[in-house]
């Protein structure tokens, strides 16, 4: 059987961390299993969904490499949801309602009142067809909910193993609104059947839909997909994921420096039973890849791991791999390694390229050590063992020693008092601006 798995985004926001995860997760099962995941834009809420978001998602997964086979939009779907409505309806299995808004609050409220379970008590189905007549006289349109079947729905999920939901525990869903629109559960069910979906994988918040839903596949006489409910993300302290956690949009993240392979490895694992390392390809992560490790608990996203990540991630990366993304003329492999084990996200690489060709403000404490060090300063080509060998000079012949003698030439040099090695960036800033910095000039 070849795979055929889905990722199914509502264009009606930016993707955040949430939905990157099970983006990946599919994605990742699709490749493991030589399949293929194809990406649905579930866009029947016209009023809140729009084009932007739905080429902000292509470009976010396009940012995470995780390139889908087909893209489809459920708003080019109406006919087959139509049709599906009528295959339903002719099955005994759709029934019309007329109940306002108000009138389901008032019977749910009531059922809370007497402690009853809120479901719907199906008063529709008793009315006659000079009722229906009536109502629809009056002017109200019906909308139509799908006859559960009131046994028990079982699946055996990916991650949740055994899943059994009492059919008569649940109200007959609405499929389809009184203005003839459907609702999410028809074209999610119906896509799934056309598009030939063998593995739905998605988040725990659509454990209930998934028995609703397979009823709906045995309706349509559609051989039912293979389950995964994946546990959400709760931010680090358990509590729901804050805005400044990650519900941050995927761009705000790119924004903010933050590397799609650290982001795809902390996903890949988080909630897993497997420890979270540093990859470097999503070939690498398929590889180690298995749905079955993920746990039931709720996962925490930790902001400050992913940043702990990013920068683990630039520290180990070859010149390679960034040349074409640094975007600083004159910029080589030497700058690179000199500064990558510096790095929090790429963009500081710039201001240590300004270290390196300057102008910077050089920080002078002590004006008399600095001019004696330049004298020092040793002749010819300034190399990786300039450093050291003037460094022992300037001791030798001032007495300084350990931070005395290394913190001023470093706030000459840089005007900073961390950074990279200075044996390496020595000869990227080369002997003038040495030379200049060291008498204070802003070189
Ligand atoms: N658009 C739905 C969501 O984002 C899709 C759920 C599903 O995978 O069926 O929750």
Redesign the pocket.
């Known amino acids: 059987m070849t795979t055929k798995f889905r990722f199914?985004?509502?264009p009606t926001g930016y993707l955040h961390v949430g939905n990157a995860r099970l983006a990946l997760i599919n994605w990742l099962m699709a490749k493991k299993s030589g399949g293929e995941m194809i990406l649905r834009l579930?866009d029947t809420d016209t009023e809140r969904s729009t084009a932007e978001y739905a080429s902000a998602i292509e470009e976010d997964l396009r940012w995470l490499g995780l390139i889908w086979s087909e893209l489809k939009r459920q708003s080019d779907r109406s006919a087959a949801y139509e049709a599906a409505f009528q295959t339903l309806k002719e099955a005994g299995r759709l029934y019309p309602c007329y109940e306002t808004a108000e009138e389901l609050e008032y019977c749910r409220k009531r059922q809370l009142a007497r402690k009853q379970p809120p479901i719907y008590d199906r008063a529709a189905l008793k009315l006659t067809e000079a009722e229906k007549a009536a109502f629809e006289v009056e002017g109200r349109k019906p909308h139509w909910r799908f006859l559960l079947d009131q046994s028990p729905i079982r699946w055996e999920d990916l991650v949740r193993g055994p899943v059994e939901v009492d059919g008569a525990s649940m109200s007959d869903p609405v499929l389809i609104r009184s203005d003839g629109r459907p609702l999410?559960h028809l074209p999610?069910v119906i896509d799934d059947i056309d598009f030939g979906i063998t593995h739905?994988i998605?988040?725990e918040d659509?454990v209930s839909n998934t028995a609703l839903h397979i009823q709906i596949f045995a309706a349509m006489g559609a051989s039912v997909p293979a389950f995964g409910h994946i546990p959400l993300l709760t931010g680090p302290d358990g509590g729901p994921l804050s805005k400044r956690e990650g519900s941050a949009s995927l761009r705000e993240m790119r924004e903010n420096g933050i590397e799609a392979m650290a982001l795809v490895s902390l996903l890949a694992r988080l909630g897993t039973s497997d420890n979270v390392e540093i990859c470097h390809t999503l070939e690498e992560i398929t590889a180690g890849f298995d749905i079955s490790h993920f746990s039931r608990a709720a996962a925490k996203f930790d902001p400050n791991e992913l940043a702990n990540l990013n920068a683990k991630l630039l520290h180990g990366l070859d010149w390679a791999e960034v040349k074409d993304r640094l975007d600083l003329p004159g910029a080589g492999e030497d700058f690179w390694l000199a500064v990558r084990g510096n790095l929090t996200t790429l963009a500081d690489a710039k201001s240590w390229w300004q270290v390196v060709t300057g102008p910077i403000e050089p920080v002078i404490e002590d004006a008399d050590f600095l001019k004696t060090a330049a004298t020092l300063l040793p002749e010819g080509d300034i190399t990786a063992e300039s450093w050291k060998i003037w460094t022992a000079a300037v001791k030798e012949k001032t007495g300084a020693k350990g931070k005395l003698l290394f913190l001023p030439l470093r706030l000459a040099l840089t005007g900073q008092p961390h950074g990279p090695e200075m044996n390496n960036l020595l000869p990227l800033i080369g002997r003038d601006h040495i030379l200049a910095r060291l008498n204070g000039k802003t070189a």
Request: aromatic letters at 10%.
């Open positions: 199914a985004p509502s579930d999410y999610s739905v998605r988040g659509h």
